[in-house]
């Protein structure tokens, strides 16, 4: 293959400190899948085991999907690189009629602590957390994305379909207050955090079509759809966009073979400030270029240099304040626990973002020398297709635990349409 066996590699670097393995929270906590199940059976039911002090986190991780773009062209906006003919040539050969492409970037920290012994004898502690976000995430069709790479020559005298398409980019940055309690079956947290937006983008383009003339002396366009743009003076000292958010985490011991899982992070609210742009657009007109009665003299121009084309195509905007949600991720898994320390494992997660369908994903790990594993998982959905991750649990024990390994890399099972990758890294420390 020319490009597919250049494999998407995302910075996913996970570092985590916590005496605490047990706060499942997809993504950014890891801590759960990061020990072998009969580590996270121990802590279920030996809640004597969360007597410690405390616990310090940190972690890194991200990824990028699609269901038709390939890595390398991807690759070229992460790691700035010239996008190529051959390059556009092999991204527009895998368009499909319904695109998806999107990604995260997660980072954070997190200091949890029991107040004192009888907390810590109960499985409870309260916990601090700093968590940075960053999520993209696009639904298209093939003509825009055709549109935007290579001109509208390829539609002389034709009309080319724009319609739902929708693109959403958004990144922030949340302080969360929380706690943890569990018990001989079960175990649960809860944190509320406030939340500050850095930068938002969307585009929610419900109809539209351009048409250029065999000429290109013509554009007729025509769209409907909304158009957000947050602005610059977010910092703490200026006028900060503010929200809140809600995290849940639940893990229920049904008997000695089955786990539940159960997790909601993100939910929650940005009230972007007033200096961010929105716009409803609804719009048709017809553009033959700037037409000048003199070079000198612009003033009896149909489109003159100081008019406004944006406002044509985006409509006229305003700068308000807006709430709009953060982009949410729901989690269900379940884990059925064998002998020889295998373990199976199904779940579907869904994240409210443009582009996204439900993550339905399997797995199976198999412990082998003293604490250590191995697992290999399957899945399809998300922003891209199938795709499958091996990781590893190089080892693990009361006071470290250590997993590396790949997620949501597409090359793994079909290698001529690559079009995802990610790195995991992730350390425990218990103090």
Do not use: C
Request: glycine content about 8%.
């Amino acid at each position: 293959m020319r490009h597919s066996k250049r494999i998407f590699i995302n910075v996913l670097i996970s570092v985590i400190f916590t005496n605490t393995p047990n706060i499942l929270q997809a993504q950014e906590n890891p801590s759960l899948d990061s020990i072998s199940i009969s580590e996270i059976l121990m802590r279920i039911d030996q809640p004597h085991v969360y007597d410690n002090k405390g616990v310090i986190r940190l972690w890194v991780n991200a990824y990028s999907q699609s269901n038709s773009v390939p890595s390398e062209f991807s690759n070229a906006f992460v790691f700035p690189e010239f996008i190529t003919e051959e390059i556009k040539s092999e991204a527009f050969s895998r368009l499909k009629k319904h695109n998806r492409f999107g990604g995260e970037f997660n980072r954070g920290a997190e200091l949890g602590f029991a107040p004192d012994s009888s907390w810590r004898a109960e499985g409870k502690q309260l916990s601090f957390r700093y968590k940075n976000s960053t999520l993209f995430g696009a639904a298209f069709g093939e003509d825009i994305f055709k549109l935007i790479f290579k001109g509208n020559k390829q539609f002389r005298d034709e009309t080319a379909t724009l319609d739902n398409t929708r693109l959403s980019s958004i990144s922030f940055e949340s302080l969360e207050f929380g706690f943890l309690k569990t018990n001989y079956n079960s175990l649960f947290s809860v944190h509320l955090g406030i939340v500050k937006g850095n930068a938002l983008s969307s585009i929610d383009l419900a109809q539209g079509s351009l048409y250029t003339s065999p000429n290109g002396d013509l554009l007729d366009i025509a769209w409907q759809g909304d158009y957000t743009q947050s602005s610059g003076g977010n910092r703490l000292k200026d006028n900060p966009s503010i929200g809140a958010s809600l995290s849940l985490n639940f893990i229920q011991k049904l008997n000695d073979k089955w786990i539940l899982k159960e997790s909601l992070q993100d939910l929650g609210f940005v009230v972007w400030n007033s200096s961010t742009r929105t716009s409803k657009i609804d719009t048709a007109f017809s553009f033959t270029g700037i037409q000048l009665g003199s070079i000198l003299d612009i003033s009896d121009s149909k489109i003159v240099l100081g008019d406004s084309l944006e406002n044509k195509v985006l409509g006229s905007d305003i700068r308000q304040s807006t709430m709009i949600a953060l982009p949410a991720l729901v989690q269900f898994d379940v884990v059925r626990i064998f002998k020889n320390r295998i373990t199976i494992g199904a779940g579907i997660q869904y994240r409210y973002m443009p582009g996204f369908i439900p993550l339905t994903e399997a797995n199976i790990s198999k412990g082998f020398g003293k604490n250590r594993s191995i697992k290999f998982t399957l899945a399809y959905g998300g922003f891209g297709q199938i795709q499958s991750g091996l990781s590893a649990v190089v080892f693990s024990n009361h006071h470290h635990s250590m997993r590396i390994g790949t997620i949501f890399n597409e090359g793994f099972i079909s290698p001529s349409s690559l079009s995802g990758a990610g790195v995991q890294i992730h350390y425990v420390h218990h103090i």
